[in-house]
């Protein structure tokens, strides 16, 4: 599975900003522990410091290691599910039945 995650450094984590690239190594092994591996990991200017795309095997493994990165204090993160192409074209044709039953069950007509 495949998650984009947005990490920002605390005040502590920026008070130690020497050793950001040594964290970030850390972080990729505490991703490999979890089964995941870093695709891309890239530095920002702005309101975002870090964005990482990740590959990890479920949703309980990337919660918890944006758990595990947040235990230190030094980071907050938010965190994305990321789908392909051919994966989201499988959720729309899902949804086209879904959103007929929400209809009939009385949401009403969108275009009223």
């Known amino acids: 599975m495949r998650y984009i995650v947005f ?3 605390t005040q502590s ?3 130690d900003f020497e050793d950001s690239l040594k964290r970030i190594e850390a972080m990729a092994n505490a991703l490999e522990q ?4 870093f695709e891309i990991v890239g530095h920002c200017l702005g309101e975002i410091d870090l964005v990482a795309t990740i590959d990890v095997p479920s949703g309980h493994d990337v919660a ?4 595990a990165l947040g235990s230190r204090g030094s980071v907050r993160t938010v965190t994305l599910q990321a789908f392909e192409t051919a994966e989201m074209r499988d959720i729309l044709q899902r ?3 879904l959103a007929k039953a929400y209809l ?4 009403g007509n969108p275009n009223d």
């Open 34 to 37: 979890a089964g995941g591996r």
């Open 104 to 107: 009939r069950g009385g949401a």
């Open 95 to 97: 949804s086209g039945p």
């Open 7 to 9: 990490i920002n450094w």
């Open 13 to 15: 984590g920026l008070a």
């Open 64 to 67: 918890a290691f944006v758990v």
